[in-house]
């Protein structure tokens, strides 16, 4: 991202007495290497408010204080109007916070709704790229949300023509845009995936990678998830990280149900180094033992040692 609030590696000026110096001393410090950059999703801190009774950027100070707290340094907000864009820049400045990428939604199965939602993604784009975004993750949204109905083939054909549509737009603007998926996806026999996958260019349409939901929405199929990381793996820009154990979400990112040293592996053997993306989220089983600053400062520190070899 630029700018990038890790570039601000200090100089050493008006150094006098250099011959004071010994050949042993070094005339500039080496600078310690700048920590892995890992973003985080707005939605895992909204559960962990929730859970709190309390509302995810209801005051944003509160908010994001909390999350400079925890030690993380990059924010992937959830937007939906451009709007939101000059309302949440102030708050990135005060806090230092990069904004590598954005999540918006989108409805891309009928064409009447589709010119109106990549209408708004673009303006959305074109508010943030100044800020150093360049990855636009999308989920085009299901039929209703919480509905067991699938799309149409005319649908899936429709959905796949307008998001290779946005996502040529958005690569005219030097950005990338990262298609997501939840579970829906992979009803049916995965249809409504493979086909935006071998629909669209991969010039337009790169990957973000959502592990745990892929699992979920498979079964709770490991098999079914690194089927995926062999056939898209290439197209991999952003992983989105969450882990479960028996099924159920962790409070934090830890060991358990994803061998996520087996996907580190595997998007290593391709030459894949993606944007991390924390979604450490939790439901409504998951343990109640600590709260969200201090669940991701774990996360943070488990994931750097997971993730060192992708770096």
């Known amino acids: 991202m630029t700018p990038n609030r890790r570039q601000f590696l200090a100089t050493l000026s008006g150094i006098a007495g250099t011959s004071l110096l010994t050949d042993n001393t070094p005339l ?3 600078s310690a290497p700048a920590p892995m950059h890992i973003s985080c999703n707005s939605y895992p801190w909204t559960t962990f408010y929730e859970r709190e009774k309390k509302t995810w950027m209801a ?76 990855i636009v993750v999308t989920n085009p949204n299901p039929i209703k949300w919480g509905s067991a109905d699938n799309k149409t083939d005319a649908q899936l054909t429709e959905q796949a023509k307008n998001l290779d549509r946005l996502g040529a737009e958005l690569r005219k603007r030097g950005l990338t845009l990262a298609y997501h998926t939840h579970d829906p996806e992979f009803r049916a026999g995965a249809r409504e995936f493979y086909h935006m996958m071998l629909n669209t260019d991969p010039k337009n349409v790169a990957f973000c990678l959502d592990s745990h939901w892929i699992y979920r929405g498979a079964g709770n199929s490991q098999v079914a998830l690194f089927d995926v990381v062999k056939l898209f793996g290439k197209r991999v820009v952003e992983l989105h990280i969450r882990q479960s154990k028996d099924g159920i979400w962790t409070e934090t990112f830890t060991d358990g149900d994803i061998d996520y040293r087996r996907l580190v592996r595997e998007l290593k053997a391709v030459n894949v180094r993606p944007h991390l993306v924390l979604e450490q989220s939790v439901e409504a089983k998951s343990p109640n033992t600590v709260g969200g600053i201090e ?5 943070l520190v488990y994931a750097r040692e997971l993730f060192a070899g992708l770096v």
């Open 59 to 134: 005051d944003p100070d509160a908010s994001l204080t909390d999350f400079v707290a925890s030690g993380l340094t990059g924010y992937e907000p959830a937007l939906t109007k451009v709007e939101e864009v000059s309302e949440l820049a102030p708050y990135l400045r005060k806090y230092q916070l990069e904004m590598r990428s954005i999540y918006v939604n989108s409805s891309l199965h009928e064409a009447a709704d589709a010119r109106k939602s990549i209408d708004t993604a673009l303006a959305i784009a074109d508010a943030v790229k100044p800020l150093g975004t360049r």
């Open 295 to 299: 669940a991701h400062k774990q996360d």
């Open 28 to 30: 500039l410090a080496e």
